[in-house]
């Protein structure tokens, strides 16, 4: 929501710059052209060849150019000849010694095509034959080219490709960079995390190992024992709130690496629900276990570790929020399409509202007072590929659910039952 | 185990004037127990400890080899005091007899 906004304006910012960055280095390389032309532009030694056939004009005796035409050939080095339908040169100006009087119909066709004998030389029709005009050898690089009539008419397609080509690169590059940009900040801000909650662990092991160790001490009065037992205990929950911190921040961001196994979740259950009844001698709290028959004979791929936290947290905050007492039911289910369902539920006082809105995901600001317990439940079945709902009972009490997919299941057949003491 | 006594050097359990052997996933099964006495053992891991295979599968032969520890050890088999099942969960070698 909020996120994905600022995401999507910081790419699109991104965007705009590559593309302002692609259009300067167009516009500059524009501007160094232009610049080049224009530079070179007054030293071109190109007479108008138009302006020379109209002026060139049919006297009694030959051919005649007006005198300041004929200078301004001089100034730039050309030189001009006329030849008539036979290939013979009937008028010429300024013509070297070396190019002969006659050419046949190929030489023409080569030097109108090429150079003759390395001038360069433009030629035009006019009515008495052909008008050829030459500039200085290496002044003018001419050449002849021709391109197949379909190439041609694919060229507008291929600039259109061109571009898109180029929007195309745009946009990716600048998501790549956006998301290069994002994952580096959330990786100096997990690191920035684990740094703070190691250097808040070390001074806490020694005010816990001094509060223990008073707490202990025989010597000491029975209050002030009682008030290091206090220390103790919430220096405990201190150190599990920073692990819990470093954890969920880890999950946020897929940093905590999955040890994946395949995980039995019916004996992982029966081992969480036994190890809480066997910590907890309370007679308030209930706990049970219900596990569909058909449960067993599926393993889920994951982590063995987090799963058995994930459920620890939904046992513990169940009976965390619930001082009167309460049962505790976890059950195992294989519903339709092989998804295999874990659910938790309780008959207490259920979700506080505001925490339900932010587990479900409909209120994003942080509700502080609730712990990361739950928090760290979702992101831990989010890792695993799981749906997960929390809800309140119309009973009352608290219900989550949990489910995974066959993606990440297994099947395993029942082995042989040889009883070999039968 | 009030006045039954299981020697687990030798396997044997004494008491009531007569002595019985186990058998070896019985005696497997009874040390567990006896180890985490007063707490709930998963199947698995009494699985585990019988038959070295935390695979499942072995629920029903469990319960078959329960019942025939029960046989050799409560006086009453069938309301027993000392080997108790937790539903869902495993079973439960007592501290004391209930009752």
Same mark, same amino acid.
């Given at each position: 929501?909020?996120?994905?906004?600022?995401?999507?304006?910081?790419?699109?910012?991104m965007?705009?710059?590559?593309?302002?960055?692609?259009?300067?280095?167009?516009?500059?390389?524009?501007?160094?052209?232009?610049?080049?032309v224009?530079?070179?532009?007054?030293?071109?030694?190109?007479?108008?060849?138009?302006?020379?056939?109209?002026?060139?004009?049919?006297?009694?005796?030959?051919?005649?150019?007006?005198?300041?035409?004929?200078?301004?050939?001089?100034?730039?080095?050309?030189?001009?000849?006329?030849?008539?339908?036979?290939?013979?040169?009937?008028?010429?100006?300024?013509?070297p010694?070396?190019?002969?009087?006659?050419?046949?119909?190929?030489?023409?066709?080569?030097?109108?095509?090429?150079?003759?004998?390395?001038?360069?030389?433009?030629?035009?029709?006019?009515?008495?034959?052909?008008?050829?005009?030459?500039?200085?050898?290496?002044?003018?690089?001419?050449?002849?080219?021709?391109?197949?009539?379909?190439?041609?008419?694919?060229?507008?397609?291929?600039?259109?490709?061109?571009?898109?080509?180029?929007?195309?690169?745009?946009?990716?590059?600048?998501?790549?960079m956006?998301?290069?940009?994002?994952?580096?900040?959330?990786?100096?801000?997990?690191?920035?995390?684990?740094?703070?909650?190691?250097?808040?662990?070390?001074?806490?092991?020694?005010?816990?190992?001094?509060?223990?160790?008073?707490?202990?001490?025989?010597?000491?009065?029975?209050?002030?024992?009682?008030?290091?037992?206090q220390?103790?205990?919430? @220096?405990?929950?201190?150190?599990?709130?920073?692990?819990?911190?470093?954890?969920?921040?880890?999950?946020?961001?897929?940093?905590?690496p999955?040890?994946?196994?395949?995980v039995?979740?019916?004996?992982?259950?029966?081992?969480?629900?036994?190890?809480?009844?066997?910590?907890?001698?309370?007679d308030?709290?209930?706990?049970?276990?219900?596990?569909?028959?058909?449960?067993?004979?599926?393993?889920?791929?994951?982590?063995?570790?987090?799963?058995?936290?994930?459920?620890?947290?939904?046992? @513990?905050?169940?009976?965390?929020?619930?001082?009167?007492?309460?049962?505790?039911?976890?059950s195992?289910?294989?519903?339709?399409?092989?998804?295999?369902?874990?659910?938790?539920?309780?008959?207490?006082?259920?979700?506080?509202?505001?925490?339900?809105?932010?587990?479900?995901?409909?209120?994003?600001?942080?509700?502080?007072?609730?712990?990361?317990?739950?928090?760290?439940?979702?992101?831990?079945?989010?890792?695993?590929?799981?749906?997960?709902?929390?809800?309140?009972?119309?009973?009352?009490?608290?219900?989550?659910?949990?489910?995974?997919?066959?993606?990440?299941?297994?099947?395993?057949?029942?082995?042989?039952q040889?009883?070999?003491?039968? | 185990?009030?006045?039954?006594?299981?020697?687990?050097?030798?396997?044997?359990? /004494?008491?009531?004037?007569?002595?019985?052997?186990?058998?070896?996933?019985?005696?497997?099964?009874?040390?567990?127990?006896?180890?985490? /006495?007063?707490?709930?053992?998963?199947?698995?891991?009494?699985?585990?400890?019988?038959?070295?295979?935390?695979?499942?599968?072995?629920?029903?032969?469990?319960?078959?080899?329960?019942?025939?520890? /029960?046989?050799?050890?409560?006086?009453?088999?069938?309301?027993?005091?000392?080997?108790?099942?937790? /539903?869902?969960?495993?079973?439960?070698?007592?501290?004391?007899?209930?009752e």
């Amino acid at each position: 929501m909020n996120g994905a906004t600022r995401w999507i304006k910081d790419t699109a910012r991104m965007a705009l710059l590559l593309a302002l960055i692609l259009l300067g280095g167009l516009i500059v390389n524009g501007l160094s052209l232009g610049f080049a032309v224009w530079k070179t532009a007054g030293t071109a030694k190109a007479p108008s060849l138009s302006q020379y056939a109209s002026a060139l004009t049919k006297t009694d005796t030959g051919y005649m150019l007006p005198e300041a035409l004929c200078d301004e050939l001089d100034q730039m080095g050309c030189w001009a000849m006329l030849l008539n339908g036979d290939g013979s040169v009937v008028w010429q100006h300024g013509k070297p010694e070396e190019i002969s009087d006659h050419f046949s119909l190929s030489q023409v066709a080569g030097f109108t095509r090429w150079y003759l004998m390395d001038y360069p030389v433009r030629v035009r029709a006019v009515d008495d034959g052909l008008l050829v005009m030459a500039s200085p050898k290496n002044s003018v690089w001419k050449y002849d080219a021709s391109m197949p009539l379909p190439t041609l008419l694919f060229w507008p397609a291929w600039l259109l490709l061109t571009l898109v080509c180029n929007f195309l690169l745009i946009f990716l590059l600048s998501v790549g960079m956006t998301k290069r940009r994002y994952q580096a900040r959330e990786t100096a801000r997990t690191e920035w995390i684990a740094a703070v909650s190691h250097d808040v662990r070390t001074p806490l092991s020694t005010v816990l190992g001094y509060a223990d160790s008073l707490e202990n001490d025989p010597t000491l009065p029975q209050t002030q024992r009682a008030e290091a037992s206090q220390i103790r205990q919430k @220096g405990e929950e201190l150190r599990g709130l920073i692990a819990d911190l470093n954890l969920t921040n880890r999950l946020e961001h897929s940093m905590e690496p999955l040890t994946l196994s395949w995980v039995s979740l019916p004996a992982l259950v029966r081992e969480v629900v036994a190890a809480t009844i066997n910590e907890q001698s309370d007679d308030r709290y209930t706990l049970e276990a219900q596990i569909a028959p058909g449960a067993s004979s599926w393993l889920l791929r994951g982590d063995q570790a987090l799963l058995t936290r994930m459920l620890k947290n939904l046992i @513990g905050n169940s009976i965390r929020h619930n001082p009167a007492g309460c049962t505790v039911t976890v059950s195992l289910d294989v519903e339709r399409l092989h998804r295999l369902t874990l659910t938790v539920r309780d008959d207490g006082v259920g979700y506080p509202p505001e925490q339900l809105n932010k587990l479900t995901g409909k209120s994003p600001a942080p509700t502080p007072g609730h712990g990361l317990g739950l928090t760290i439940v979702r992101q831990i079945a989010i890792a695993h590929h799981g749906r997960i709902h929390f809800s309140n009972l119309a009973t009352g009490g608290a219900c989550c659910v949990i489910s995974f997919g066959w993606l990440r299941l297994r099947r395993v057949k029942p082995i042989k039952q040889t009883d070999d003491e039968a | 185990m009030g006045n039954i006594t299981v020697d687990f050097g030798s396997g044997t359990v /004494r008491g009531n004037g007569e002595e019985r052997l186990l058998t070896a996933k019985e005696f497997a099964l009874l040390k567990k127990l006896a180890q985490n /006495r007063g707490r709930i053992v998963t199947i698995d891991s009494l699985c585990m400890a019988a038959w070295n295979d935390g695979n499942f599968g072995y629920e029903n032969t469990l319960m078959v080899h329960m019942r025939r520890l /029960r046989e050799k050890i409560e006086p009453d088999p069938s309301h027993p005091q000392y080997i108790l099942t937790v /539903r869902g969960l495993g079973y439960k070698l007592n501290k004391e007899a209930t009752e």
